[in-house]
């Protein structure tokens, strides 16, 4: 069973789970909007045989405080504090959709910091047409204000994250959804063109890839986190 925990990470605490080998290589969690840590939970056995796995609650989501501001770049920014505060150095990075998003910005600001990055059927940060979020009516296990905050930068993206994603150094696999995804599958396969040695597989169950398909995507993902660098 994972641990769960707690961090400061300059007055913003940030909720994690923690589980595998104490002194195994690390991998780091970023889920998607409206999850937490929580949301790994198909996958994290299988992850931590060989792995060290924080499974992080981003701001505004779980068992993370929700202080009302919200951006991807201040997400990318907790993710590096959050680094710092538990000593980790480089890591391999898992993302799936907006903590995909995460993962990438950090991947292009700090690329000596991610060894591997895996991308789960994230979009390309182009400009796409703005649909009007609809709040569930039941009680949420993050705050709304996050949705409102990302997605109107993730509806029209900084022109710049599209043409950084040349300067990610980190090996980088990309889980695509299929044409069962509401993400496009074009831009995924241009994000994999656009990032040095990025390459795709795709499991073909739509965008809950992890949840609907654990298997596949562990191993994926592991074989590729396991693969020499060239």
């Known amino acids: 069973m994972p641990d769960h925990e707690r961090v400061d990470v300059g007055g913003l605490r940030l909720a994690f789970q923690v ?9 780091v ?3 998607a909007l409206g999850e937490n840590a929580t949301d790994w939970a198909p996958v994290l056995p299988a992850l931590a045989r060989g792995r060290r796995v924080y499974a992080l609650d981003l701001r505004g989501h779980g068992r993370s405080d929700w202080p009302g501001a919200y951006s991807l770049e201040l997400m990318r920014d907790d993710l590096r504090r959050f680094l710092d505060t538990l000593e980790l150095d480089a890591v391999d990075l898992v993302g799936h959709s907006l903590g995909g998003v995460v993962a990438y910005l950090f991947a292009q600001d700090r690329p000596a910091r991610v060894r591997r990055l895996v991308l789960e059927d994230v979009p390309v940060p182009r400009p796409r047409e703005p649909r009007a979020p609809s709040r ?8 709304w204000a996050v949705v409102e905050a990302v997605r109107r930068q993730i509806d029209r993206p ?3 994250w599209l043409e950084r994603l040349g300067g990610i150094t980190a090996r980088t696999l990309l889980v695509a959804g299929g044409p069962r995804s509401h993400v496009p599958q074009d831009g995924i396969a241009e ?9 795709v597989v795709t499991i073909p169950v739509g965008h809950l890839i992890h949840q609907e398909a654990p298997d ?9 986190l396991l693969t020499e660098d060239e």
């Open 29 to 31: 969690l970023v889920h």
């Open 191 to 199: 994000m994999a063109r656009r990032i040095p040695g990025g390459r």
């Open 158 to 160: 900084d022109p710049v």
């Open 19 to 27: 589980t595998g080998p104490p002194d195994a290589p690390p991998l």
């Open 216 to 224: 596949a995507f562990t191993e994926a993902v592991t074989a590729f």
């Open 136 to 143: 569930p009516e039941s009680d949420l296990t993050f705050d």
